[in-house]
């Protein structure tokens, strides 16, 4: 079954510890992003990735981190989490070669708590 | 910059048609999107049309596209109770292949 995968689905933590919530896709895609969603925001880019070694800032990138050392994957990084990066968070990823442009398939969802 | 909008909240009777708009900024889209948010869960695409067609009727899901405006809409037809949820509008940037412009979501309240 083709899926978007993330773990963990909620997460309640503390000001300043470090914390990374994996994704990954089964579907072979090479463009894979994250948001967070916020009432009344929508849903907000944080980073992406083109391919492979390939990241890049979104419209929300400060206090993250990405990495994607593999096509499959796509960590999102917490060096030092703060209260205002409680959120909803969503992977999701993109068949840029595929027949409807920009079509995303997205994950489940991490409820991120940090107090 | 690149800006999708949409009303945050409908509220409607079981069995009436729900209506939800959005406007966009860029017109370069050839796809445009709705997903639909059940309470709890990931966003799932619920449809979508090309952007040289007008109207896309989808069993109860109709959706209206009027480029000159650029204009978007999503009627629901015999709008029932688990149609409760939010509903994204969204439009591939212009500027960034494979990214997805958001609306803020409306979400869509039915009372029986």
């Known amino acids: 079954e083709a899926q978007v995968t993330q773990n963990p689905r909620y997460l309640i933590t503390v000001t300043g510890k470090k914390l990374t919530v994996t994704c990954s896709q089964n579907m072979n895609h090479e463009y894979m992003s994250w948001y967070r969603q916020d009432p009344g925001l929508g849903l907000r880019q944080i980073y992406y990735s083109m391919n492979v070694e390939v990241t890049d800032k979104g419209d929300v990138p400060e206090g993250y981190k990405v990495s994607r050392k593999e096509k499959r994957n796509f960590p999102l990084i917490l060096e030092s989490p703060s209260p205002n990066q409680t959120s909803l968070y969503f992977c999701?990823?993109?068949?840029?070669?595929?027949?409807?442009?920009?079509?995303?398939?997205f994950g489940p969802g991490t409820r991120l708590t940090v107090t | 910059g690149e800006d999708v909008e949409q009303s945050l909240f409908l509220s409607v009777r079981e069995g009436d048609s729900s209506v939800i708009n959005c406007t966009y900024t860029d017109s370069s889209s050839t796809y445009l999107y709705w997903y639909k948010q059940e309470p709890g869960a990931g966003l799932q695409l619920l449809t979508y049309?090309?952007?040289?067609?007008d109207m896309k009727q989808d069993q109860r899901l109709t959706v209206l596209l009027n480029k000159k405006d650029k204009h978007l809409s999503l009627r629901i037809a015999d709008t029932q109770t688990g149609d409760s949820a939010i509903y994204f509008c969204?439009?591939?940037?212009?500027?960034?292949?494979?990214?997805?412009?958001f609306g803020q979501g409306t979400e869509l309240s039915v009372k029986p």
């Open positions: 999701a990823s993109t068949d840029t070669s595929g027949k409807r442009e920009g079509e995303q398939y």
């Open positions: 049309i090309f952007s040289n067609m």
């Open positions: 969204a439009v591939p940037s212009y500027n960034q292949g494979g990214k997805l412009i």
